[in-house]
């Protein structure tokens, strides 16, 4: 599959360039796609809430009234969950939730989001991207130029820029990722697909080898 490389100023340079088979024309696994999504989710969650149990809470040593005589129900603490103030039956406690998925399911997983984004005609390619000051109005005329810019795009970087990080981040709708750590989430979760042309070389690596 063969795609024409943009310039800045969202025409096209003349060039195309072949989207790796390998990585672009394979056969997508959804089942893996999921996990992966699943897995950098539950990898995500922090996992640290908790409550107090009854014997957690400050207090309640004393008995609240004798056993018997009151014509009530007897009583041994202050600090029972059904008292105001007391403990919490079977609330959260502090647990590990991380998740763990091999390279090769990983792999699988993200060129299986590749070979859906290019199926659906979501890439775009775009010349070496550089800017001489991070400002944010070049960046969104760029996005303009492309007339992508009232989409969700993820941008993928051949390696980092912090010129380009900065005018990018206030952009809404924009995210910036380098080619090699670009997720599954991340490859999904986007309209637009903006590759910057030397960055093929990178995902074809990160995903074969």
């Avoid at 984004?117 to 070049?138: C, M, P, S, V, W």
Wanted: hydrophobic letters at 35%; glycine letters at 8%; proline letters at 3%.
């Amino acid at each position: 599959m063969k795609l024409d490389v943009h310039k800045l100023d969202g025409i096209s340079s003349g060039k195309t360039a072949a989207l790796p088979k390998e990585v672009f024309e394979t056969e997508p696994n959804d089942h893996l796609i999921y996990l992966a999504i699943r897995c950098q989710q539950k990898n995500s969650r922090q996992g640290n809430a908790a409550t107090k149990t009854r014997s957690m809470v400050r207090g309640g040593g004393k008995k609240p009234w004798k056993q018997k005589g009151r014509g009530t129900a007897r009583a041994g603490t202050t600090r029972s969950p059904i008292w105001v103030g007391g403990g919490r039956v079977f609330g959260p406690h502090p647990r590990d939730l991380k998740m763990k998925l091999t390279k090769k399911m990983k792999k699988q997983a993200r060129m299986s989001a590749f070979s859906y984004k290019a199926k659906q005609n979501e890439i775009l390619l775009l010349e070496e991207l550089k800017l001489e000051k991070a400002k944010t109005r070049e960046m969104f005329q760029i996005l303009k130029n492309l007339n992508i810019d009232n989409k969700k795009v993820l941008l993928l970087e051949d390696s980092y820029d912090s010129t380009i990080l900065r005018a990018g981040r206030n952009i809404p709708g924009l995210t910036i990722r380098q080619a090699s750590e670009a997720s599954t989430f991340d490859i999904l979760n986007c309209d637009v697909l903006l590759i910057e042309h030397n960055a093929l070389e990178k995902i074809t690596e990160v995903c074969t080898l």
